[in-house]
């Protein structure tokens, strides 16, 4: 009997937290909030393609990325509570790589292999 007081008090108690006002606000804020983004490169071959994706599965909040290399696009999901647009796009330019309208990091660019270079491949 006494176990079954417990049981039901228990579950009382489970249900008026569940509802109230601060445990609501704290599930809110904490909630993925998965985004997609598609980013234009300036990747050129396999190799960049390994570095992009590789860089990007380290980023915090980010769930997936995945580079076309026949469009040059890479298609990012992520938190959007965790990281923005604007700092996925500025990862890729950190590393040597056009980010749509951000142009890549001159020191980073020259730091990438031949091949992975604007016209690598022609």
């Known amino acids: 009997m006494?176990?079954?007081?417990?049981?039901i008090g228990a579950f009382m108690l489970f249900c008026t937290t569940?509802?109230?006002?601060?445990?609501?606000?704290?599930?809110?804020s904490t909630k993925n909030v998965w985004q997609s983004i598609n980013i234009k490169t300036s990747s050129q071959c396999g190799a960049c393609k390994e570095r992009i994706e590789t860089t990007f599965y380290k980023q915090k909040g980010v769930k997936k990325a995945v580079l076309n290399l026949k469009t040059d696009v890479l298609k990012v999901q992520f938190n959007s509570?965790?990281?923005?647009?604007?700092?996925?796009?500025?990862?890729l330019q950190k590393i040597g790589y056009d980010a749509d309208e951000l142009v890549a990091d001159p020191v980073a660019y020259e730091k990438l292999p031949a091949c992975c270079k604007k016209g690598g491949h022609d």
Not at 2 to 7: A, D, E, P
Not at 18 to 28: C, D, E, F, G, R
């Open 2 to 7: 006494k176990s079954l007081f417990l049981i």
């Open 81 to 91: 509570n965790v990281v923005t647009a604007l700092a996925l796009k500025t990862v």
């Open 18 to 28: 569940a509802n109230s006002p601060v445990y609501a606000q704290t599930t809110a």
